[in-house]
């Protein structure tokens, strides 16, 4: 086993001459595709990995530097693809992850024949003429609740993220991923991630992408995803599910799972 695979928790599984990665987004790991996976593993070859950061990788990885920008995650997913000898794939990326198979598009669009967006999102703050969904006072409360009681603010930020009270067992599943991560590890990644602003790069993403949003998340409100939209330099497309919450594969399987697997399958017709 190589560093990369070592240090990714790298799975393979699945049969199939077309390969798909699956990346998640922040506070969460592979375990976040669990309603997925066993769809697919019969006509795909399916990548599962841990971004850098996550709980379940070696804390002794991550670079804080690396890491405080989105290009560091968007190396590891085309140094994962070049261990694995990929030639092409379909990149599904949750959240974050959605930005950072972007960025990897960018620097080689050969790797990619689709991406498929699940409530990603080029900027959190609100700006001019822009829609975000929080001001900069909201980012730095939550950075402050991080860090100064990390476990406390799990437990208040989980049934926000996922929308459902603490009994759910997507709730208890997201509980259990953000405890995992070490707190300054978290603190630094949801810097990062929050006060991103990717707008600028989004005409350089040539690679077809489908836009996948919940109806209703915390995260990132619907109009972000038409301005995906509107801003990608290749053909794409939208789709507003009924979903509630930020991790609605998690939370709303019998809903996404379906609308994924449809994605996966057909092409955007032009």
């Known amino acids: 086993m190589g560093i990369v695979e070592e240090a990714h928790n790298l799975k393979v599984v699945g049969s199939g001459e077309q390969i798909i990665v699956l990346a998640h987004g ?10 997925l996976v066993p769809h697919l593993v019969d ?12 709980g379940t990788t070696n804390p002794e990885y991550f670079d804080f530097e690396r890491y405080s920008n989105l290009e560091g995650y968007a ?8 261990e694995l000898q990929v030639q092409s794939c379909i990149f599904v990326g949750h ?10 598009s960018i620097t080689r669009p050969d790797l990619f024949s689709k991406l498929i967006s699940i409530n990603g999102s080029p900027r959190y703050l609100n700006d001019v003429d822009y829609y975000g969904g929080f001001e900069q ?18 437990s208040g930020f989980a049934p926000l993220a996922v929308g459902g009270d603490m009994d759910s067992v997507a709730v ?11 707190p300054d590890i978290a603190l630094s990644v949801a810097q990062t991630i929050f006060q991103v602003d990717l707008r600028q790069i989004l005409c350089h993403v040539t690679v077809p992408c489908h836009i996948l949003q919940s109806i209703k998340d915390l995260a ?3 109009v972000v995803s038409e301005y995906l939209h509107q801003n990608l330099g290749g053909e794409s497309i939208v789709e507003v599910m009924t979903s509630d919450g930020h991790l609605p594969q998690l939370s709303s399987p019998d809903i996404v799972v379906p609308v994924l697997l449809r994605h996966i399958r057909y092409n955007i017709v032009t």
């Open 26 to 35: 922040f506070g969460t790991d592979q375990s976040l595709w669990k309603h």
């Open 75 to 82: 190396y590891d997913v085309l140094a994962i693809l070049e």
């Open 137 to 154: 006072e909201d980012l730095d409360q939550l950075f402050e609740a991080m860090g100064s009681n990390y476990k406390a603010w799990c």
């Open 43 to 54: 006509d795909y070859r399916v990548i599962l990995f841990d971004n850098m950061g996550a």
């Open 172 to 182: 208890q599943e997201f509980s259990r991923t953000l405890f995992n991560m070490r």
């Open 95 to 104: 959240s974050v992850s959605a930005m950072i198979g972007a960025i990897a």
């Open 220 to 222: 990132v409100p619907v």
